[in-house]
């Protein structure tokens, strides 16, 4: 290397090790959340945050990782800032010296708490000589940590003082930021797997790191953790990462296909076909007599099912282990299996008991992950279920998920009736060959579900990602009118508009969907959004709700596997009807995909081909 070189390279090496030494600002984190607001492209949004994560000391890596998920840990950590919005009122009142009716007249106006906090914030400062200290990234989250720590009698006044003093502290711009991560208002919609490509730019070497990250993310569920142990340890210790009790492994997911002749010719001819049964699935880790429950989203719901707890401790045949299961609304008196809807009364904090009496539960377990050291998500199902039978025994509310390995249609047709006879919603078929592990936090053809609907006239129920809406008019006037619906393009990671829905919501749902969806309104279209129709309103995609179509159809305008069948054209559902399914157990990313749509849309026109041949020999 030249003289002249060197000195540049010693340079930009010190100059990065002293960015990263200083202390970061908050104000610096407010910025680039700012910046990646107004984008509204993908790749931007990536290279802002790997920007932002370069400029970050090992000791608060994980803590931006955090704080940009609009949290304080990962999610299946009880830590929970959950402010609700009149306390949030309260902390703004106090730190701009205004009483409470002028910050709701503002709420009123803006409709976002955080905004309100930046008006005032700035009339605070331009009325008085007040300047702000800087405030470090360090002193906000430990503070955010004390204020979701506190708890019992006084804690209310202790989370207002703690929070009111830091926002007396705060910039208008922090001021706006630090209301709407403790309100859980973030709406910045970044996905996992933006957060891990920008911590492959900022510190890995490019797409080698990128597998290796998603890998130990996938098996920790914990972006920060990831992020940490890269910045202190490198990527090598990021690739030994292991399967670990009290840890969420990021579930497996399946594509859907219409016929048993598809699925057994996808699966190379023979399967494992399950039960598929309509409840909650859960994932628990039994260390000793402890047992944790986690959702689908992997947050803790030990507490929601202490029935569930009871039945793993008497019953799992392995000191520690790590099992899914689907746990099931059953009739007390006959045993006989619910459907999913009557879960809705589990969840709940308070009357747990009461609940549990009334609405009891059955699991059905239909993998292991972990047992008793040996970590199996590498390991081909059918050693899986090997393993899985010799450790769940055959008791009345806990067993294995029915099933049977196949190898012809007519006996996938059999026990797809006897599935639906025995009141599941269809059958899961699985993957017998050799490379069938467990595919954690991945969507793919090595599970395929053939569900009830799918053999019926009407398209399938879908369950679609909300990003926008339209004002009501008439009877509708003050709520939404309709909302734009979009399935998830795994591929690109973005959301692609397929309909918009204005048909089957009750007034009361109309009135719910108001409150849920304004918590995720954005100024603009969101980067990763695909559509060409403008909504009214645009939203962070985040809630998920289940629709029911007539048909699927060619469209100009919506964005859904556009180009795929003609130039120029996209998918769309006809006709949709809300059902009345809210799906809070689902992430955006949970939604059905566009190649499903895209199966759906060419079994179809299969079946109408058929039709049409039919009609016309009998003709
Ligand atoms: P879906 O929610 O329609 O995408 O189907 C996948 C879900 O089916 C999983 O997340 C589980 O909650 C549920 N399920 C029910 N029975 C089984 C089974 N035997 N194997 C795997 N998943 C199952």
Redesign the pocket.
């Known amino acids: 290397m030249d003289g002249a070189r060197s000195v540049k390279c010693w340079c930009w090496i010190l100059q990065s090790a002293y960015t990263r030494t200083t202390p970061l600002q908050f104000s610096r984190v407010a910025e680039v959340y700012e910046n990646i607001e107004a984008t509204t492209k993908r790749l931007e949004m990536t290279d802002l945050l790997a920007d932002l994560l370069k400029h970050a000391s090992n000791e608060i890596i994980d803590k931006i990782v955090y704080l940009t998920q609009g949290r304080l840990g990962p999610t299946f950590s009880s830590v929970e800032m959950g402010i609700a919005e009149k306390l949030a009122i309260q902390v703004v009142a106090r730190a701009t010296g205004k009483d409470s009716s002028a910050i709701q007249a503002s709420l009123t106006e803006t409709g976002d708490i955080g905004e309100t906090a930046e008006l005032l914030l700035e009339k605070k400062t331009q009325s008085t000589l007040f300047k702000t200290l800087p405030l470090a990234v360090l002193d906000v989250y430990d503070t955010l940590e004390k204020m979701a720590q506190a708890s019992g009698t006084g804690s209310m006044e202790r989370k207002l003082g703690l929070l009111s003093g830091l926002l007396s502290r705060a910039t208008p711009k922090e001021g706006k930021y630090l209301i709407r991560i403790v309100t859980g208002n973030l709406r910045l919609g970044i996905a996992d797997m933006t957060l891990l490509d920008a911590m492959a730019i900022a510190y890995g070497r490019g797409k080698e790191a990128r597998a290796v990250l998603e890998r130990a993310y996938n098996i920790s569920s914990d972006l920060g953790k990831v992020a940490r142990i890269l910045v202190d340890e490198g990527l090598e210790s990021v690739s030994k990462f292991q399967v670990a009790l009290g840890s969420p492994i990021r ?1 497996m ?2 594509e ?1 296909l219409s016929t048993p002749e598809e699925i057994l010719k996808k699966l190379g001819g023979r399967c494992m076909a ?8 859960v994932q628990a880790h039994k260390d000793g007599q402890q047992v944790t429950l986690f959702s ?1 989203r992997l947050e803790h719901i030990t507490e929601q099912y202490p029935d569930a707890v009871e039945l793993l401790q008497r019953h799992l045949k392995a000191k520690k282990a790590i099992v ?1 299961a ?1 746990c099931v609304a059953v009739d007390a008196a006959t045993g006989q299996l619910k459907p999913f809807q009557e879960l809705m009364h589990r969840r709940r904090k308070y009357g747990v008991k009461e609940a549990m009496a009334e609405h009891p539960v059955s699991l ?1 377990v ?2 292991v992950l972990y047992a008793d050291g040996e970590d199996f998500t590498l390991v081909p199902y059918l050693k899986r279920h090997g393993k899985l039978k010799e450790i769940v025994p055959v008791e009345e509310r806990v067993r294995t ?1 029915q ?1 049977r390995l196949v190898g012809s249609v007519t006996d996938l047709e059999q026990f797809f009736t006897r599935a639906v006879e025995e009141g ?2 269809g059958i ?1 078929c ?1 993957s017998v060959n050799e490379d069938s592990i467990y595919q954690a936090g991945a969507r793919g053809w090595l ?1 395929i ?1 053939l ?1 009830r609907e799918y053999q019926s006239e009407m398209i399938d129920t879908v ?1 679609l990602t909300v990003v926008g809406a339209f004002h009501g008019r008439g009877k509708r006037a003050g709520t939404y009118g309709a909302f734009l619906l979009a399935a998830y393009n795994q591929e690109t990671d973005t959301f692609e508009t397929v309909t918009k829905c204005g048909t089957g919501f009750t007034d009361e749902d109309l009135a719910k969907m108001k409150e849920i969806v304004d918590r995720h309104k954005i100024p603009h279209r969101h980067p990763r959004v695909e559509s060409t129709i403008e909504a009214d309103i645009w939203l962070e995609p985040s809630v998920v709700i289940e629709v029911l179509g007539a048909e699927i159809t060619l469209s100009p305008v919506h964005a859904t596997a556009m180009n795929a069948i003609r130039e120029g054209s996209g998918l769309a559902i006809r006709f949709p009807r809300f059902t009345g399914r809210y799906r809070p157990e ?1 992430s955006a990313e ?1 939604s059905t995909t566009t190649l499903e749509i895209l199966g759906m849309y060419q079994n179809q026109l299969r079946k109408f081909n058929r039709d049409k041949q039919g009609t016309s020999t009998m003709s």
């Open positions: 579930p997911m399946a859907r399950e039960f598929k049964y309509d409840g909650e699935r689908r899914e689907e059905f239909f993998d998920a099933s599941c919603e899961m699985k599970w579900k569900k369950d689902r949970d």
